[in-house]
């Protein structure tokens, strides 16, 4: 029998494979396609205080071996989730990890605290690549100093796994992991999405109503792996390793390279039922290599060389 479970923090996950925030809605939505018992955990979308309507459409767009969005985290609030998607996933037996995004210090407080008093959250993930708007835009994620007072300031609130998702959008993410991981978060979640963008070259138009947007999907598998490799040669809490899993093969090489759980975003999209596969999956490659803890895989690298590009700072 292979250990599949994991501790994170103080929450037991039954296996090692969640789906990503903003790729299975709120759970609720999939419950007919998709044995969700049989899932590590389900991440929200992002919440935020107040509803968000979004950006304009065309906010998707498919691209060779991915796709681009932007949504511009459209959700339904915090105290809608509350009230009407809540009840349901506290029948589910899987981790809720509620996503949490905003635009000031301040608010990702308020939809921390306001989740804390409920229960059926089990932990909170933190999407820092979200614009502050009194930074004229810019991302948080972007800003280590902002990236590591947000994690400060909600490991005050709460005692549950704090997971912070960090953007790869910045030059060296491994300072981000430290930087979180010194201010007592529990895990972070590597990657969000991209920066990416498409033309249409009849109308010479940008294909996204923001011109730029998030690229996922396979397209961006080999930029995860190195970045969660990357954070593992720095940091001691927990990596998730996220970025175009699309099969098992995909997940074992994010464990391998030093991810101690993953999360399954845009394969979604093709095949809801796709993370409970990989889940099974990777329980039948230990099987069959003589592995009994799935947890023996993390960071199970073999090389005969650290990171090529060892930072200054490190
Ligand atoms: C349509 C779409 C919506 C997303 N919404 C969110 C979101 O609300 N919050 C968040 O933290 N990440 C969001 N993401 C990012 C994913 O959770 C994930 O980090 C990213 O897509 C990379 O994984 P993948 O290649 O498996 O999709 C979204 C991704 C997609 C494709």
Known sequence: MV???FLLGEVELKNRVLVASGTFGYGDELKEAVDIGRLGG?????LSVKRRE???????????????NSIGLANIGVEEFVAAKLPY?????????????ASSIEEYCEVLRILEGEEGVDAFEINVSCPNVREGGLSFGANATMTGKITEELRRLT???????????????????????DNGADAVSVINTVVGMAVDVETRRPKLSTVSGGLSGPAIKPIALAKVYECAQVVDIPIIGIGGIMSTADALEFLIVGA??????????????????????????????????VGKLVGSLESDKQLSVIHSWL
């Open 3 to 5: 250990k599949s479970s």
């Open 42 to 46: 389900i991440v929200t979308k992002s």
């Open 54 to 68: 979004g950006n304009a459409p065309p906010r998707i767009v498919e691209t060779a071996c991915g796709m681009l």
């Open 89 to 101: 996933l506290r029948t589910v037996n899987t981790a809720i990890v509620a996503n949490i995004a």
């Open 159 to 181: 005692k549950k796994p704090l997971i912070i998702k960090l953007t790869p959008n910045v030059t060296h993410i491994s300072e981000f992991a430290r930087v979180v991981e």
């Open 260 to 293: 101690s759980a993953v999360q399954v975003g845009t394969a979604n999209y093709i095949d809801p039922g796709a993370s409970v596969k990989i889940a099974e999956g990777i329980t039948n490659y230990c099987e069959a290599n003589g592995i009994d803890d």
